[in-house]
């Protein structure tokens, strides 16, 4: 991969430690991340700068010798927790789901949704909405929808 390479996405799920490591382009930047990791919550979460300089170090193995990316490269950094939903209509003993879960409670018949992850909120709104609304009723559009500072962007991208 080349540092500027728009065109290109990547996987690896055979890094250093085990984890999985992607490359995305994205309006002409790229983002770089890693999956889940246990550690303790808090209130406002931070990367930690290990966890950075372990991204870079990764990310240093698919990119030319000529191109070295450096802490100062990093124009925003994030972390946050997955919600593991337990699935009311799952077997006994069945573990949390990664995924999001829509149920309805059968006593209110209030439908809900819980879990799921910061990349698939959308299609979890398509989903809850369409249940609620039901087969007679109109379609989610979520996904016809612009979001704020959307212009210029694609499905695809």
């Given at each position: 991969?080349t540092?500027?390479?728009?065109?290109?996405?990547?996987?690896?799920?055979?890094?250093?430690?085990?984890?999985?490591?992607?490359?995305?382009?994205?309006q002409?930047?790229?983002?770089i991340?890693?999956?889940d990791?246990?550690?303790?919550?808090?209130?406002?979460?931070?990367?930690?700068?290990?966890?950075?300089?372990?991204?870079l170090?990764?990310c240093?193995?698919?990119l030319?010798?000529d191109?070295?990316?450096?802490?100062?490269?990093?124009?925003?950094a994030w972390?946050?927790?997955?919600?593991?939903?337990?699935?009311p209509h799952?077997?006994?003993?069945?573990?949390?789901?990664?995924?999001?879960?829509?149920?309805?409670?059968?006593?209110?018949?209030?439908?809900?949704?819980?879990?799921?992850?910061?990349?698939?909120?959308?299609?979890?709104?398509e989903?809850?909405?369409?249940r609620v609304v039901?087969?007679?009723g109109?379609?989610?559009?979520?996904l016809?929808?612009?979001?704020?500072?959307?212009?210029?962007?694609?499905?695809g991208?």
């Open positions: 991969c540092k500027n390479d728009a065109q290109m996405g990547l996987l690896d799920y055979n890094t250093s430690d085990g984890r999985f490591l992607f490359f995305l382009p994205w002409n930047h790229t983002l991340g890693t999956t990791r246990a550690c303790p919550a808090e209130t406002l979460p931070t990367p930690p700068e290990d966890e950075i300089e372990w991204l170090k990764e240093q193995t698919y030319r010798d191109i070295e990316i450096q802490r100062s490269d990093v124009l925003s972390q946050g927790w997955r919600p593991l939903a337990a699935d799952a077997p006994p003993g069945a573990p949390a789901s990664r995924d999001h879960v829509i149920s309805e409670n059968p006593q209110s018949g209030v439908i809900f949704i819980a879990g799921g992850k910061w990349t698939t909120w959308r299609e979890m709104a989903e809850v909405v369409d039901g087969s007679n109109p379609e989610c559009t979520t016809e929808t612009k979001l704020f500072g959307g212009d210029g962007c694609k499905l991208i």
